[in-house]
């Protein structure tokens, strides 16, 4: 069963290349549903582990490597596509980003990993349901998720660098 949540992960990142050429032709319908099924699989990975408890090494690291890349190559694709006001993917981009690299330096310093919040899988969550949103047609609604999404992003990106330097100082004193 542990190879189950690797797998899904491993579809997350193929999936990647294929929405982003749809998207990229403005085959944004065909661009939404794959990336609604990248979304999917991020939910079911992550569940199937915990509660199989199929937790791996590679998991640990193969489950948020394909979480930012997923979220940082579609906002990309927003960012150059300009479907939506520049302005939010770029906040939620910088984010993404600042978790990413913290994740990076942190793995190098030699310590665990550091566990997302209920906030943050919940701001996730609207972000996904946002650009799928988009993508499928329904704007209205996904503006406005995007607009709830934007100051969670932030309050969820700055408590994880909260929590990560308090875990950080933590382990360093013991």
């Known amino acids: 069963m542990s190879a189950i949540p690797?797998?899904?992960?491993?579809?997350?990142?193929i999936l990647i290349p294929i929405y982003l050429y749809f998207f990229m032709n403005a085959n944004y319908l065909t661009a939404g549903i794959l990336f609604s099924i990248s979304a999917i699989t991020d939910f079911f990975d992550g569940y199937i582990a915990r509660k199989y408890d199929s937790v791996t090494k590679l998991g640990r690291i193969l489950d948020p490597f394909a979480d930012k890349l997923t979220?940082?190559?579609i906002l990309i694709a927003l960012i150059i596509s300009k479907i939506i006001p520049v302005f939010i993917?770029?906040?939620l981009l910088a984010r993404e980003l600042l978790i990413f690299l913290g994740s990076i330096v942190a793995?190098?310093?030699?310590?665990?990993?550091?566990?997302?919040?209920k906030l943050g899988k919940f701001s996730i969550?609207?972000?996904y349901l946002a650009i799928a949103l988009q993508l499928i047609g329904i704007k209205i609604l996904?503006?406005?998720?995007?607009?709830?999404v934007i100051p969670l992003n932030i309050f969820s990106g700055l408590n994880y660098v909260y929590t990560t330097i308090k875990y950080l100082s933590n382990k360093k004193n013991k």
Request: hydrophobic share 55%; charged share 10%.
């Open 71 to 73: 979220i940082i190559s």
């Open 142 to 148: 996904a503006r406005g998720l995007f607009y709830i």
């Open 89 to 91: 993917p770029i906040i």
């Open 125 to 127: 969550f609207l972000l």
């Open 6 to 13: 690797n797998l899904l992960s491993i579809t997350r990142i």
């Open 107 to 117: 793995y190098l310093l030699g310590f665990d990993f550091i566990h997302p919040s």
